[in-house]
């Protein structure tokens, strides 16, 4: 099993639920940025403050903000790993490349999740976050496939990428990505 693994796929894809029961089962470190920047937000810190605003529209904020957080954490990390919501554009691939140089731990696998938007919008309406909703979601998909889909061509020229469908049961998918890793 590949244990250095990204996860990329549009917004409502799936990604947060299936890293999170991956990491469960083959005790990886979970890195989702999101998940890392709403607990800044919720601990009212400058960084929180400064994230909250773009993130409610739908924003990216800045790559140095992100890759700060997770250059802390990849620093520590002494077994696998999963990122989640990281790299979400080429600027930042590549700053994650050198990272991952000088610790010597090249990425093995990167598991795109793919959905039809019209799912993707469905399913982010009944979340419910601060940043789900419809105006601010459309503007997320927008950004998405205008800064993120390009890091697919990105990692399939390094023979990285894995494509699994992101339809139908949680323990279905599960099943689709542990198939494509082993
Ligand atoms: P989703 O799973 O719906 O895509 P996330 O929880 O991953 O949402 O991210 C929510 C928001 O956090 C994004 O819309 C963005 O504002 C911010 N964010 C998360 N990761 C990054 C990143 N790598 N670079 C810039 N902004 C990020």
């Known amino acids: 099993m590949q244990t250095r693994l990204l996860f990329l796929g549009p917004p409502g894809a799936g990604k947060g639920t299936q890293a999170q029961l991956l990491c469960k089962k083959y005790d990886l470190m979970h890195l989702s940025t999101g998940d890392m920047l709403r607990s800044e937000v919720s601990a009212g810190s400058p960084l929180g403050i400064e994230a909250a605003e773009l993130m409610n529209k739908g924003e990216l904020v800045s790559d140095s903000l992100v890759l700060s957080i997770v250059e802390n954490r990849l620093n520590e990390a002494s077994q696998g790993w999963l990122l989640d919501g990281f790299p979400r554009t080429v600027d930042q691939a590549e700053a994650l490349s050198v990272l991952l140089g000088k610790i010597q731990q090249p ?3 990167v598991v795109v999740i793919t959905l039809d938007a019209e799912f993707l919008i469905k399913r982010l309406l009944g979340r419910g976050r601060t940043d789900d909703n419809e105006t601010v979601i459309r503007h997320r998909l927008e950004v998405y496939k205008e ?36």
């Open 147 to 182: 800064k993120t889909a390009p890091l697919i061509a990105h990692y399939t020229k390094e023979g990285l990428v894995k494509t699994v469908k992101g339809d139908g049961d949680v323990l279905e998918i599960a099943s689709r990505i542990e198939a494509v890793l082993s």
């Open 107 to 109: 990425i093995q696998a």
